[in-house]
Structures are given as structure tokens and as C-alpha cells.
């Protein structure tokens, strides 16, 4: 494939509804990344995936945050109940088995909570 | 824990000036060391990156330095060019199973 994919590209959803956000990354890059980016604001973690290690998710904020990653390519990040300050730009990034070589990025989805 | 910090969190310097932004990082183990740039409304991007087992590395008007013993990485854009504006994000990793830290940001605004 090209590049890192994400969809939607843009979401509005209702306070306390869940949103499904999804990932497809490189194909045959075995690290995968979630972080959001509120307006005007850096790079926040959220979770790491490296192959069949067990994930990262020292960066989720909340329990109402998760992510699976399904065979080891796409990813969905699951929001439940959201909240306005979930509002935000969320990027998925996928990097070649090491997480010393480039993270190539995708467009993210703008999440907007209202 | 892991943490980079990054500095500072906007520049404004004259076209064809230079630029400079500093990060520090504070896992020692940290062997790779990329810097990305974020243009307005899209993603961020690699422009270059280094590696532990050197000091420096240029590409045409872009370099980084690297001081191991202090734990502190820098970025250099010369002769700054209107284009260059951008949001500029470091990052350390250890490679491996580790994950990037990301650094905070710099927005840098190259007045013409």
C-alpha cells in the first residue's frame, strides 16, 4: 500500500456516544502507534503495538480508551462515552519491526465531540 | 520515567537567518534520536534523524548534533526559508521493543 491509513478522516459524534477510529498501517511494519494531538498542541501517547508483544497502553488516558490490534496489521482505537475534551487530531504511525528506523504517519482523524 | 523535553515552544527568526532547537532527553539507553516537521494540517513528516554512534549529521541546510555525555540533541536549519514554518517535534528512542518519546514541539514562523 502507499502509506499509513486512517478513517474517517473526520468524525463529529455526540457526547457520550462511542466512536471507533481505525488504522491501517504499512504493510509488513510491525510497530504501530496511536497518539492524539489537541489544537496547537504536541504529540500525546496513547498506546504502542510491536508485534506479539503485549501492547503499551501506558498512555491511555482514561479506562473509557482502548485499542486492539488484529493480526498483527489494522488497528482500531475504541472511545467510549466520549467527553468534549476528547476532541482532538488522532494519528496512528507504523515503523518497520524496530522502533529505530522512520515512523511514517497518517493523515489522522479529527475527532470533534459535541 | 522516560521524558524529552523540547525547547523552545516557538521561534520566530528572519528569513535566512538560522534556527536552532534544543531537546534534552532522560533515558540514557536512547539510541536513536528523528526529527519530524508537522506543516499546518498535516502530518508530521521525517526530515532527519541520528543514531548514537555519531555526533553530527547534515543534509544540505538541515543538521543535528548529538552530546551523549549530557543527554541533549539539537536541531540546525540554516539560510531559513519561508517554508521552513512548521511545528518541528524530536524524539528519542531505544530502539528495539521501545516506543518514541516525543518532545513538545517548536513552532517555528520564518518572517519574510
Redesign the interface.
Known sequence: GAGVSQSPSNKVTEKGKDVELRCDPISGHTALYWYRQSLGQGLEFLIYFQGNSAPDKSGLPSDRFSAERTGGSVSTLTIQRTQQEDSAVYLCASSYRQANTEAFFGQGTRLTVV | GENVEQHPSTLSVQEGDSAVIKCTYSDSAS??F?W?KQELG?????II?I?SNVGEKKDQRIAVTLNKTAKHFSLHITETQPEDSAVY?CAA?????????????TRLKVLA
Open positions: 539510541n536513536y528523528p519530524y498535516k502530518r508530521p513528516q521525517l534523524d543514531r517535534f528512542s531505544r530502539g528495539g521493543t521501545y516506543k518514541y518519546i516525543f518532545g513538545t514541539g
